[in-house]
């Protein structure tokens, strides 16, 4: 027995230690990022590297904020995020609720043909999408920016998978208790599905903050950019200020900390979700 604590011990040790050190490898970048935007501008180019500034500044910080359009970058970021958020958790609870509780034909064909969407790339649907677009006179709108995220397949996934855990017997006394559809489903679906519904949104809001592509595509002047696209634009304008896009990256990736630090446990819930059923 005491053979055996001992090597669970020294498993747990060196479990411990890989997990730290790679720990340590993902965290290299961020570390980096930062260092860098608190050094000197004259510094940010120095051979060997300063891995710990001897003299950390926020001038790079106060040189980003100066540039023009940053705060309506980050405002239509947030905006855009928020509103993409909101609206695909609420659209895609319902789908979710009817494939999870409700049984019509073809419910089944129709549940997996939208989840084999899944495996298109958003490239391919690029060109048709800025089309729509295109046609609605949506271009360099907020309306072009957040209508294409109001749903998607992998939110109806989750919720799906997440909804059919949940006892329909519930569903069935709310019914008998006089409610509707839709009261059942906002009084009684919603606050049960708050775990899930947190997951998902944590995953929308990460991926619209950290969207790139279709916000290059579809906007054209600078007011309606996001931070992403801003800082890429911005690269091109100032190519060897390091220090400043540094600082701007760093900017950028501020509320993706927050929120990972408010809601990290929702994070391992996102990976069990659906898992049990019962």
Not at 13 to 21: N, T, W
Not at 82 to 100: D, E
Not at 134 to 149: A, E, H, K, V
Not at 223 to 242: C, F, H, N
Request: glycine fraction near 8%; charge should be neutral.
């Amino acid at each position: 027995m005491l053979v055996d604590d001992k090597k669970t011990r020294t498993g747990h040790y060196i479990s411990f230690i890989l997990l730290l050190g790679a720990a340590a490898i993902a965290l290299l970048p961020l570390y980096w990022m930062v260092v860098t935007a608190l050094q000197q501008p004259t510094l940010t180019v120095t051979f060997p590297p300063e891995w710990f500034p001897s003299d950390p500044t926020l001038l790079n910080f106060s040189r980003f904020m100066e540039r023009p359009h940053i705060f309506r970058w980050t405002t239509n970021s947030l905006l855009i995020s928020l509103a993409v958020t909101g609206i695909q958790v609420f659209t895609c609870a319902m789908a979710g609720y009817a494939f999870a509780k409700k049984q019509f034909p073809g419910g089944d064909f129709l549940f997996y043909l939208y989840i084999a969407s899944m495996m298109i790339p958003g490239q391919v649907t690029l060109v048709p999408l800025f089309l729509i677009m295109s046609r609605l006179n949506f271009l360099d709108t907020y309306w072009g920016l957040i209508l294409p995220g109001i749903a998607g397949p992998f939110g109806v996934f989750l919720m799906k998978q997440f909804l059919s855990t949940l006892p329909t017997e519930l569903i069935e006394a709310a019914i008998i208790d006089g409610c509707g559809e839709w009261q059942t489903f906002i009084r009684v679906i919603l606050p049960l599905a708050k775990p899930g519904l947190a997951v998902l949104g944590i995953f929308t809001f990460m991926g619209q903050w950290n969207e790139f592509l279709w916000p290059l595509i579809v906007t054209n002047s600078s007011s309606m950019r996001t931070l992403p696209v801003g800082l890429a634009l911005l690269q091109e304008e100032l190519p060897m200020q390091y220090g400043l896009l540094m600082a701007g990256a760093t900017f950028a990736a501020i509320p993706m900390i927050v929120i990972f630090l408010l809601f990290q446990k929702y994070f391992l819930k996102g990976i069990t979700v659906g898992a049990l059923k019962g």
